[in-house]
T-cell receptor, first 114, second 107 residues
Framework: AAGVIQSPRHLIKEKRETATLKCYPI?????VYWYQQGPGQDPQFLIS???????DKGSIPDRFSAQQFSDYHSELNMSSLELGDSALYFC?????????????FGAGSRLTVL | SQQGEEDPQALSIQEGENATMNCSYK?????LQWYRQNSGRGLVHLIL?????REKHSGRLRVTLDTSKKSSSLLITASRAADTASYFC???????FGAGTTVTVRA
């Protein structure tokens, strides 16, 4: 069965650079979520999209932005990268809108900022 | 915050023993979900319990929910080495996870 695909799996950037992470949800899943997990930390909810519109916002820094495209894939754009942005970034998807549904997570994108 | 808070933070047990972890949350919920995360990997959904349910079973997993106390527990029976992971509860709507319980199962 198709899963949530994230790319790239690993990314190394310098401070103040920009990075873009991509997420391809499970087919027919219309809701996408982004989480950030620092070393030894719990996953922190960043932002979610339902039917290409932002549906909820968590602790996403102003330097980050995200969108969901017409094919339901989503991209997380991170600018002016800081050392503290080094983390695992997970994307998850669910069907039929946010709320009571089960999230299926991707394998994550590991960002290292040097 | 509406996130779940797990207790204990870490648990070490012998293979074959049961592991119990608890979760508390702060607001009304539609459902509560438990996820497992193996080191450095994505979270995997284990079980969902709705607000009108008190107990639910799935294989070796048993989840209880007490909405009056805003708490849930996850019991893993007859644990195996493969159960070594971090376990998170999520009390949606805000899609947030607590700090998780790290379970280590010793062979």
């Amino acid at each position: 069965a198709a899963g949530v695909i994230q790319s790239p799996r690993h990314l190394i950037k310098e401070k103040r650079e920009t990075a873009t992470l991509k997420c391809y949800p499970i087919p027919r899943h219309d809701t996408v979520y982004w989480y950030q997990q620092g070393p030894g930390q719990d996953p922190q909810f960043l932002i979610s999209f339902y039917e290409k519109m932002q549906s909820d916002k968590g602790s996403i820094p102003d330097r980050f932005s995200a969108q969901q495209f017409s094919d339901y894939h989503s991209e997380l754009n991170m600018s002016s990268l800081e050392l503290g942005d080094s983390a695992l970034y997970f994307c998850a998807s669910s069907p039929q809108g946010p709320g009571a549904n089960v999230l299926t997570f991707g394998a994550g994108s590991r960002l290292t900022v040097l | 915050s509406q996130q779940g808070e797990e207790d204990p933070q870490a648990l070490s047990i012998q293979e074959g023993e049961n592991a119990t972890m608890n979760c508390s949350y702060k607001t009304s919920i539609n459902n509560l979900q438990w996820y497992r995360q193996n080191s450095g990997r994505g979270l995997v959904h284990l079980i969902l319990i709705r607000s009108n349910e008190r107990e639910k079973h799935s294989g070796r997993l048993r989840v209880t929910l007490d909405t009056s106390k805003k708490s849930s527990s996850l019991l893993i029976t007859a644990s195996r080495a493969a159960d070594t992971a971090s376990y998170f509860c999520a009390a949606f709507y805000k899609l947030s996870f607590g700090a998780g319980t790290t379970v280590t199962v010793r062979a």
